[in-house]
């Protein structure tokens, strides 16, 4: 068993034991425990000379589980969780983008929590009438605390904010004066949906926009891919030309950090600064890293970083579905055109690609199948190279030259608007996406897994030849047919 295999094993049997682990009873027995951790060592001791797939899988599972439980035990020791049902006040600092929700309240999503003078673990989702806390305030509220579906611990329903104090963190500060400049540059919406595509702020996005996205399968472009990341390496590379390869590695890594900061150090963008860390180190070192590689190695660091990417966080998922989409079927589908056409099967491709992986997803998420969203991906994902990089600049000239910077930047706001326009005209079409019930999480699992096995089987020793036979075939008789 190669490396690859050994990664994809892992990271395999790694999620799924935490997504066992988090779906079964909290509660589990110290002789259970004891029984999982003996059985997990004498199986390592007997495997451990040869260690295969068959027996990897099942110990990466085991693996999962105990990680999720230490994880778990360390994450709701004093956790604001502990507390749901109890009256309590709470003073916390607002993380995030603070949004109106559908039903007219102003959500807040509070962290470094302090509930009736003791320091708490967790967050809390405040949904109030005031809107006077701001991204980085330190705010006080209080009320009887409930479960919540999203992705917080715990949730006060229409309580009392007051600002303790205005202060905000420097990285806030930094963020804010960056969206500041794009507001100068760009009026709402376009500032606003161009937040979303350039840092992942899908919270500072009005309802009506999100509900459009989601409708026509669209959620992901607000899930922030590594593709900002590459255009801010590419640039910098292309300015700093030095024989000092170290140097710009070096920066490089700094830059990553930077806007992994910057941005909010969202699970979204974590995994990209994560997997533009792997390419770059790789390259240094003159080792070839594969997409399948990084994408495996991205997905095992991020979720040992924190398993709650892996079981609540949307952006998280969205982004790593769509790369994975791409990674895994890109390439066979757009072999399946003939080889006189270029440009087009490329967008086709990652477009289809990306939503096979997608849709399930946001079924599960939003309650909704998407009709047109290989349609709606092939018109608007073309554009968004063009938006990052405009954007990205935009931001920066609307700190530095606020007096010109929506003149210069008025073709921008023109394509923004077009494409906002191009959105909401293909989610008002009658056919463009189906109210379901919210398929079940084993659904959910079921059908990756199957297509996870689909594309796996592709990459068998026969089934590549035959793959590779039929391919020739096709080109053949493609060639013929000019």
Do not use: C
């Not at 909401?424 to 379901?436: C, E, K, P």
Request: charged share 10%; proline share 4%.
């Amino acid at each position: 068993m190669n490396r690859q295999h050994q990664i994809a094993a892992l990271t395999l049997g790694l999620a799924a034991g935490i997504i066992i682990a988090a779906n079964s009873p909290r509660a589990t027995a110290h002789w259970q425990l004891f029984a999982l951790a003996a059985f997990v060592l004498i199986a390592l001791a007997f495997f451990v000379r040869r260690l295969t797939v068959l027996s990897l899988i099942p110990l990466s599972i085991f693996g999962g589980i105990f990680y999720y439980q230490i994880w778990h035990s360390a994450t709701t020791h004093h956790s604001i969780a502990a507390d749901i049902g109890q009256v309590v006040q709470v003073q916390g600092r607002v993380d995030g983008t603070p949004y109106w929700g559908s039903d007219g309240s102003y959500i807040l999503r509070l962290t470094n929590l302090v509930a009736n003078g003791q320091p708490m673990a967790g967050s809390l989702r405040v949904k109030t009438l005031l809107s006077n806390g701001q991204e980085g305030y330190t705010v006080a509220t209080g009320g009887k605390l409930y479960h919540t579906a999203a992705g917080e611990d715990a949730q006060l329903i229409y309580a009392d904010t007051q600002v303790v104090s205005t202060r905000r963190p420097w990285l806030v500060r930094v963020k804010t004066a960056y969206t500041s400049g794009l507001e100068r540059a760009l009026p709402e919406p376009a500032s606003l949906y161009m937040e979303g595509i350039v840092i992942g702020n899908r919270s500072g996005l009005p309802t009506d926009i999100q509900d459009e996205l989601n409708r026509i399968g669209l959620a992901h472009l607000v899930a922030i891919s590594g593709y900002n990341l590459t255009i801010l390496i590419m640039i910098f590379h292309k300015m700093i030309r030095t024989r000092w390869k170290w140097l710009l590695l070096v920066s490089s890594l700094w830059i990553i950090l930077g806007f992994v900061l910057i941005t909010g150090a969202v699970a979204s963008i974590v995994r990209a600064g994560v997997m533009s860390t792997l390419f770059l180190l790789f390259q240094h070192y003159g080792k070839r890293l594969s997409a399948v590689y990084a994408l495996l190695l991205t997905a095992l660091i991020t979720i040992l970083i924190r398993p709650a990417y892996l079981l609540s966080d949307i952006g998280w998922q969205l982004s790593f579905t769509s790369l994975a989409g791409i990674v895994l079927l890109s390439d066979p589908i757009r072999q399946m055109f003939p080889a006189r056409f270029k440009l087009l099967p490329e967008i086709f491709a990652v477009t289809l690609a990306a939503q096979i992986f997608t849709l399930p997803l946001i079924a599960y998420h939003f309650g909704q199948l998407s009709l047109i969203a290989p349609l709606s991906n092939l018109l608007v994902m073309p554009f968004v190279p063009v938006l990052m990089g405009a954007g990205m600049a935009a931001g920066l000239v609307g700190l530095v030259l606020p007096g010109l910077a929506g003149a210069l930047f008025a073709p921008l706001n023109a394509l923004v608007s077009w494409q906002l326009d191009l959105i909401r005209y293909l989610s008002d079409l009658h056919f463009a996406a189906l109210d379901i019930r919210t398929p079940s999480l084993r659904l959910l699992l079921s059908y990756y897994v199957i297509a996870v096995g689909a594309v796996t089987i592709r990459y068998l020793p026969g089934a590549r030849i035959r793959y590779n036979k039929m391919q020739h075939e096709l080109d053949l008789n493609s060639e013929q047919a000019i």
